[in-house]
């Protein structure tokens, strides 16, 4: 019989670009009404590069979350050549810093602060390991002469791999895998999980530039093949506790996306829960949606299961969907690649 319910563990989303300001306050309500938690990225215009930012950060997020809403913004630090062992020791027992995050220079929003010489990371990857901070990775190179397509490969295999070797029992996560490669490194190594977007499981690269070029779904690390698009449905949909849901949801107006040099970023928020469930039961998995979207993260991250619980319905008509949300700076589109959704949240 046809499934028309879905009762589950309210979702949390592992990656996430909430921004700040006037930004902050319009996309939020869609993340705290969808997740339970979320992981929040610090690559803000000023990077989040030590605990005391992150704290302000997080009030400024606090903020804006009416008294009755249960949820959690977990926090991430910007790795630069400021982050030190003592405020890597802190960040262990920080109440709600999860996570530092490394990003290649130059290889997406607001990465000039980045790292270009993985080497010199060596004593604050072996503090993390020893005190069982997770590493959260952007995984491409950022070399000119590498194409485009190529980046998340070369990195696993160029950088990736001698971190592993080095630092064997660090936690990392790899984000917003985009490859077949990726899905086969991650369930090889012990240690490592993977974050996996809405956008890479549904769209791929023809969708996004060979009947015209759809800026709304240009994001890094760039689309992959539809071979490697199934690679990614495969690995989310089989139930494995190594991969869970990062939307990175990223919003940039639409100014800025559909321009003559447009920017890097999908806002997904909104919608990323029953496109998911449409897409699993596209795929016969239902079963396994839970674990993706609810459990395997807080495994991951070592954190309780949650308790609340969301339920979807299936209509039997379309519904209708949000397009886009205004903002002082203009609008921002709605990550939606499907032409029909039947999904919906009652509860
Ligand atoms: C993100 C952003 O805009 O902050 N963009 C993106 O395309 N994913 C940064 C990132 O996660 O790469
Ligand atoms: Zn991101």
């Known amino acids: 019989m046809e499934n028309t319910h879905l009762d589950i563990l309210k ?5 996430v670009h909430l921004r700040e300001g006037h930004i ?3 996309v939020l309500p869609f993340t705290y009404d969808n997740f339970g938690s979320a992981l929040i990225m610090p690559n803000l215009d000023k990077p989040i590069e030590n605990i005391s930012l992150a704290e302000d950060y997080y009030a400024e997020i606090c903020r804006h979350i009416p008294k009755e809403i249960k949820f959690t913004p977990h926090m991430t630090l910007y790795l630069t050549n400021c982050l030190t062992q003592d405020e890597i020791k802190k960040v262990s027992n920080h109440r709600y810093i999860k996570a530092i995050k490394m990003y290649p220079r130059g290889a997406t929003t607001n990465s000039e602060s980045g790292i270009s010489n993985i080497a010199e990371f060596y004593p604050l990857f072996e503090a993390m390991e020893k005190n069982k901070v997770i590493l959260s990775i952007h995984g491409e190179v950022t070399d000119e002469k590498v194409d485009v397509f190529e980046r998340e490969k070369v990195f696993i295999e160029r950088v990736l791999t001698k971190i592993i070797n080095n630092f064997p029992n660090l936690r990392i996560v790899l984000e917003h895998i985009t490859s077949a490669d990726a899905v086969k490194f991650i369930e090889k190594h012990k240690n490592i999980g993977a974050t996996i977007t809405n956008h890479h499981l549904m769209v791929n690269r023809n969708i996004m530039l060979s009947k015209g070029i759809r800026p709304d779904f240009y994001c890094a690390p760039i689309l992959k093949t539809e071979y490697d698009r199934l690679a990614l449905v495969q690995a989310a949909i089989s139930g494995s506790d190594k991969f869970f849901l990062g939307t990175d949801s990223a919003p940039h107006v639409n100014g800025k996306k559909i321009s003559a040099c447009g920017c890097a970023g999908i806002f997904s928020s909104p919608l990323a829960v029953p496109l998911l469930i449409q897409l699993f039961e596209k795929h016969n998995s ?4 839970e674990k993706f979207m609810s459990k395997n993260g807080r495994g991951f991250y070592g954190l ?7 339920l979807y319905v299936k209509r039997s008509r379309s519904v209708n969907t949000i397009k886009n949300i205004k903002t002082d700076a203009g ?6 690649p499907y032409n029909e959704l039947y999904w919906e949240r009652i509860n």
Not at 11 to 15: A, S
Not at 286 to 289: A, H, R
Not at 304 to 310: F, I, L, S, T, W
Not at 331 to 336: G, L, R
């Open 24 to 26: 902050l306050s319009q």
């Open 11 to 15: 979702p949390d989303d592992w990656h």
């Open 304 to 310: 309780e299961q949650q308790q609340d619980r969301v």
């Open 331 to 336: 609008k921002i589109t709605v990550f939606n």
């Open 286 to 289: 239902l079963d396994t949606i």
